[in-house]
């Protein structure tokens, strides 16, 4: 099984709502991302968990909440979103060794997300 | 800190030629790991291929080569006999380095067209 799944695929939100988005991994990989895509822009990392620890927290605004709850899943929590946030959210997941290059990420299909 | 350039922004060519993708990087890391990924309409990041900073050969994989000049800091993606389904947004990434190398940085991404 080489696959992340992202659940659910499209979200349209409301400013003052609260959602999350899930994804999940069954490569026993342990190093978990989530990356933010606007339309036609390269994906930009948001946040990376390693060996379930917040690793990476690339100056993210502290509406985007992220929590992975074991080594099998991450989930980004949402809450008072801006229209500027809509874009295409991407989960990813690597083997970490631990400064080996040689791993690539496997990337979900994503979620596209529209605040309105 | 770690820079992809992809400076070109949209790619044609004819169907069963080949095509090459240009990717400069920058790194003061002796260590890296070089990524292309594929990236439909549909969304998903698509990995294809991969080349390690200390690996002395080109990397190939089926129809994907990678031609990789160390001291020029330059990883072009040679794609052959091209197909319809190769029509997409191509991405070079570069993992980062010996202290960041949960880091995955992504240059800005060149649109192919596959003409029939």
């Known amino acids: 099984d080489t696959e992340v799944t992202q659940t659910p695929k499209h979200l349209v939100m409301g400013m003052t709502n609260k959602k999350s988005l899930k994804c999940e991994q069954h490569?026993?990989?342990?190093?978990m991302y989530w990356y933010k895509q606007k339309a036609k822009k390269p994906p930009e990392l948001m946040f990376v968990?390693?060996?379930?620890?917040?690793?990476i927290n690339e100056s993210v605004p502290s509406r985007f909440s992220p929590e992975c709850p074991n080594s099998s899943l991450l989930n980004l929590h949402l809450h008072a979103l801006q229209p500027e946030d809509s874009a295409l959210y991407l989960c990813?997941?690597?083997?970490?060794?631990?400064?080996?290059?040689?791993?690539?990420?496997?990337f979900g299909q994503g979620t596209r997300l529209t605040v309105v | 800190a770690q820079k992809i350039t992809q400076t070109q922004p949209g790619m044609f060519v004819q169907e069963k030629e080949a095509v090459t993708l240009d990717c400069t990087y920058d790194?003061?890391?002796?260590?890296?790991?070089l990524f292309w990924y594929k990236q439909p309409s549909s969304g998903e990041m698509i990995f294809l291929i991969y080349?390690?900073?200390?690996?002395?050969q080109n990397a190939t994989e089926g129809r994907y080569s990678l031609n990789f000049q160390k001291a020029r800091k330059s990883a072009n993606l040679v794609i052959s006999a091209s197909q319809l389904g190769d029509s997409a947004m191509y991405f070079c990434?570069?993992?980062?380095?010996?202290?960041?190398?949960?880091?995955?940085?992504f240059g800005s991404g060149t649109k192919l067209n596959v003409k029939p």
């Open positions: 990813a997941s690597s083997q970490d060794y631990g400064g080996l290059m040689n791993t690539e990420a496997f």
């Open positions: 490569m026993g990989h342990r190093a």
């Open positions: 968990y390693s060996y379930e620890k917040l690793s």
């Open positions: 790194t003061s890391d002796p260590s890296y790991g």
């Open positions: 080349q390690g900073s200390y690996d002395q």
């Open positions: 990434a570069m993992r980062g380095g010996l202290y960041n190398f949960n880091k995955f940085y």
